[in-house]
């Protein structure tokens, strides 16, 4: 007889990631032992070129306001001292500003934004229509037969985000897997429930405008996937999310 | 009788063999001079295993490469991953003279070292390489640039120094 197998629809998802741009801040401890080793080395240092320089031209300049050198003892007399030299450097170094950690986004609270949360990672929640409920869910889209899986997550991404997204997929295994039955009404023999296949990808350029995004979209830390996803689908992908 | 020399160590005497010292020492292998190592290995199939991949971390920053490039070994060793080797290349030094324009031309130079470490790593299947990759880019310091890809014949020779003497021999005599 023929393979009587549960027959499952099967999905591909995307799991698209947006990297951290700046690194985390230190723990209190990782601070503190920062800041020990610091005062180690810089007990333990000898004296730089620039800094023997200066001690010497501090020490020539004592001798002229005691007594009066010649100018012939003053060898090579130095136009710039370097006295000056650090003085333009702090000039400079006041001018520089940094670019700000935390976002006018961060600040709203607006997660709709790529700008949030600099330092960790943030991964794109769709909401989705599923049987009756409409779910927030990664993007996810049925498999046809002739296509491989990963491809099929590429489809799913292009679906949401538009074609042009510089994403970059990481190779062709699929990091996780969640399963569910149709509840009892709508099962039938040939449709028995369905398998979703996780995918991961790495965005790779922060420039999202041109995408046309067509239904809700958000963009969430994985603290907060809790937040949005329900509890059995979350504990399958909290598995394979590195924080 | 002096010349007869009567107590001569010969080999029935009991004191033959009296100076011997050279068995004492310890063996010495003989010095190779030239190490052409050309091993890869890349098996097709559906369980792929990359070949030799070297992971290139270049910096500005020298304690932060070290340190970074001493993670990711003992991260692989950790792994069970094959480590083949841990080198660094040369460091390039950089000049940066600024020529402002505003009357006197005046040049204030920063000197610029960049450091390059490289680990070698062979056997990485494909399933879990993409999980190392995330893992190391997810703990990439700041001002490090990561670069992952094979070793080719080109960069082991980027390692050796060219002799021109011996190619200018060799051109002669060909």
Not at chain 1, 38 to 49: G, K
Not at chain 1, 163 to 174: F, M, R
Request: proline fraction near 4%.
């Amino acid at each position: 007889s023929a393979a009587a197998r549960r027959p499952w629809r099967l999905f591909g998802a995307m799991c698209l990631l947006r990297l951290p741009r700046i690194t985390q801040p230190l723990e209190k401890e990782e601070e503190e032992v920062a800041a020990l080793m610091e005062q180690i080395e810089l007990e333990r240092s000898l004296y730089s070129d620039h800094e023997m320089r200066k001690l010497e031209e501090e020490e020539q300049l004592k001798k002229k306001m005691e007594s009066l050198y010649d100018e012939d003892e003053a060898r090579g007399k130095t136009v710039i001292m370097a006295q000056d030299l650090e003085e333009k450097w702090e000039q400079k170094f006041l001018r520089f500003k940094a670019a700000p950690r935390i976002t006018d986004a961060d600040k709203s609270n607006d997660r709709t934004s790529l700008n949030r949360k600099l330092d960790s990672n943030l991964m794109l929640l769709v909401k989705q229509k599923i049987g009756n409920q409409e779910l927030w869910l990664l993007p996810q889209v049925e498999w046809q037969p002739g296509e491989t899986l990963r491809s099929t997550a590429e489809r799913a991404m292009a679906t949401f985000l538009g074609d042009h997204i510089q994403a970059k997929v990481l190779g062709n295994a699929p990091y996780g897997i969640y399963k569910y039955k149709f509840p009892k009404p709508i099962r039938t023999e040939n449709n028995v429930g369905a398998k979703v296949f996780f995918f991961k990808a790495f965005l790779q350029s922060s420039d999202l405008s041109q995408a046309k995004l067509k239904a809700d979209y958000l963009w969430v830390t994985k603290k907060e996937l809790g937040d949005y996803l329900q509890s059995e689908y979350l504990k399958k992908v909290n598995r394979f999310l590195l924080d | 009788d002096a010349l007869l020399a009567s107590r001569r160590s010969y080999r029935s005497r009991p004191t033959h063999g009296i100076g011997r010292f050279k068995y004492l020492l310890p063996k010495e292998v003989p010095k190779k001079r030239k190490e052409k190592v050309q091993m890869k290995e890349i098996s097709a199939g559906t369980e792929y295993q990359y070949g030799d991949i070297n992971i290139q971390m270049t910096s500005h920053d020298l304690c932060l490469v070290e340190h970074f490039a001493q993670y990711v070994h003992r991260l692989c060793n950790r792994l069970s991953i094959r480590v083949n080797e841990s080198y660094a290349m040369p460091t390039k030094t950089n000049e940066v003279l600024f020529l402002e324009e505003r009357g006197s031309k005046m040049q204030l130079d920063a000197v610029l070292t960049t450091h390059q470490r490289v680990v070698q790593i062979r056997g990485l299947s494909s399933t879990f390489a993409p999980i190392l990759l995330e893992v190391i880019q997810s703990s990439q310091p700041e001002g490090v640039h990561l670069l992952m890809k094979q070793h080719t014949e080109a960069d082991f020779k980027s390692r050796l120094k060219a002799r021109p003497e011996l190619e200018e021999l060799l051109a002669e005599m060909s």
